[in-house]
């Protein structure tokens, strides 16, 4: 498979670091886009020399039928119309597994199609739940794609009362990463 670290390691590193995110005071953000029901924000990534994007919404459900949309699994395809393809390549423990897919080219395909291939988590946060993830290093790589690295991401689903949840999510995508694996793991 790779270099993949200590599970226990890497799984509380990633909790840890979108916890830090989820902590940081609303001066660190500024609005990138706001809609009648979502707004997302914007700082710049300590991770990487992009951006990490905060979007937040309410959806009218329970947090785990949502995360059940979220995280690694077959509802994932019915609404990501960019995801192509999505295998769970190894399942780690009853938490924990490691996922790979691929994003559609855009622009007539000016910009390629994608392949990830991440670690994915999910925990219980606050009644609610925590999916996150982090890419990791791959051995295999399909040859019509570019190797995308998805830097700590993840969603926080909590209830807001019985038929709606807050929903939080952290995004920063590095699409050009062409690294080697000892590059990929200054996160670890």
């Known amino acids: 498979m790779g270099c993949l ?18 902590s940081l005071s609303e001066e660190q953000w500024r609005v990138a ?12 990534s300590t991770e990487f020399n992009g951006f990490l994007y905060k979007a937040e919404g309410i959806v009218k459900e329970n ?7 979220i995280r690694p ?9 960019l995801m192509t393809t999505m295998d769970i ?11 790979r897919y691929t994003t559609a080219g855009q622009l007539w395909n ?10 994915s988590y999910t925990t219980e946060y606050q009644n609610g739940l925590l999916s996150c993830g982090v890419s990791v290093q791959y051995d295999e790589q399909k040859q ?6 998805n830097h700590p991401c993840g969603w926080f689903c909590v ?25 990929m793991w200054d996160f670890y």
Request: proline letters at 5%; hydrophobic letters at 35%; one cysteine or more.
């Open 5 to 22: 670290p200590d599970v226990t390691v890497l799984r509380t590193r990633l909790e840890n670091t979108l916890l830090s995110y989820h």
């Open 33 to 44: 886009k706001k809609s009648k029901d979502v707004t997302v924000w914007k700082k710049h």
């Open 63 to 69: 947090p785990h039928k949502i995360v059940d949309y």
């Open 73 to 81: 699994g077959p509802y994932r395809l019915e609404w990501d119309s």
């Open 89 to 99: 390549v190894e399942t780690l423990d009853k938490a924990c597994c490691v996922m």
């Open 110 to 119: 000016i910009i390629s199609p994608r392949e990830f291939v991440d670690f």
């Open 144 to 149: 019509n794609c570019v190797r995308g690295f």
């Open 159 to 183: 209830p807001l009362d019985e038929s709606q949840s807050l929903l939080t999510g952290y995004i920063q995508t590095d699409l050009r990463v062409k690294g080697s694996c000892a590059e």
